[in-house]
């Protein structure tokens, strides 16, 4: 069967992951479906810079999403990509990180693919990925994690999901869309017995502009993530690799502040 990037095969849908922020970071695979592309449809957060690689005719639709304020729904952007595809045209499908970690990838080629289309998935760096190699943060490694998860902050609420054994000794996890849980997630890891003192990292605007990357202790999680004023979006890294990073340790400046306010 002949690549879905062939010119000459019309009326196809290809998802795309942008990576986690920068244009450098896309593959070269991501660049080609983009300069073929008759329409993208993007997530919210994705560069300019990686939409102007699309032909200047290209149409750019964006379904931009935020916290419980969508521009369309999932069904109703699976019935937009199928709109078009019917009548043609290449459909570039753009999702930032990878489209099958929390992109919702999985349920748009599911839609694609029950009308009988061609679909194609293109892989893009992961926003854990991305952000823990800009924070120098290795999410394994021999002396300190030999395993690592990744979970969702939101989705369906943190009392549906079962974290236990995730975090820990040895255990790395990476937790996508938390910052509005952040206290929660805390208190959630420690009553699973992970403990209060475990180095945590958030990584905000990984790979972009204005990009931070802050640690402190799982207990002090919560007031961090207030403190600093946090922002989406930013991925929370739980686990030992944390000390290991570049990110800066903001209970210890706490400290030294407190120190000299008392001084």
């Known amino acids: 069967m002949a690549t879905l990037l062939d010119p000459a095969a019309r009326g196809r849908v290809i998802l795309v992951g942008a990576g986690p922020g920068d244009p450098g970071l896309l593959t070269v695979r991501a660049v080609e479906a983009l300069k073929r592309a008759d329409v993208v449809v993007h997530d919210g957060l994705i560069d300019p810079r990686v939409l102007d690689i699309a032909p200047p005719q290209a149409q750019r639709i964006s379904v931009a999403k935020r916290r419980a304020r969508h521009t369309l729904s999932q069904e109703a952007i699976n019935a937009l990509i199928v709109a078009h595809v019917k009548t043609g045209a290449i459909v570039v499908r753009l999702k930032g990180g990878d489209p099958f970690i929390f992109g919702r990838g999985g349920e748009e080629v599911e839609a694609v693919r029950a009308v009988g289309l061609p679909v194609e998935v293109i892989p893009g760096v992961s926003a854990a990925l991305g952000c823990a190699a800009e924070a120098m943060l290795p999410l394994t490694h021999r002396d300190h994690s030999s395993a690592v998860s990744f979970v969702a902050g939101q989705c369906k609420g943190l009392t549906d999901q079962d974290w236990s054994g995730l975090a820990g000794q040895g255990r790395t996890l990476v937790i996508y869309m ?10 959630k890891l420690m009553a699973d017995g992970v403990a209060p003192d475990m180095p945590v990292a958030v990584l905000e605007r990984g790979t972009l502009e204005g990009h931070r990357a802050m640690r402190t202790l799982l207990a002090d999680l919560g007031p961090m993530v207030d403190c600093e004023r946090v922002q989406s979006p930013a991925i929370i890294v739980v686990g030992e690799v944390v000390e290991l990073s570049d990110a800066q340790d903001k209970l210890a400046r ?5 120190e000299g306010m008392s001084a």
């Open 178 to 187: 938390g910052v509005a849980t952040a206290d929660a997630i805390a208190d």
């Open 254 to 258: 706490w400290a030294r502040v407190a």
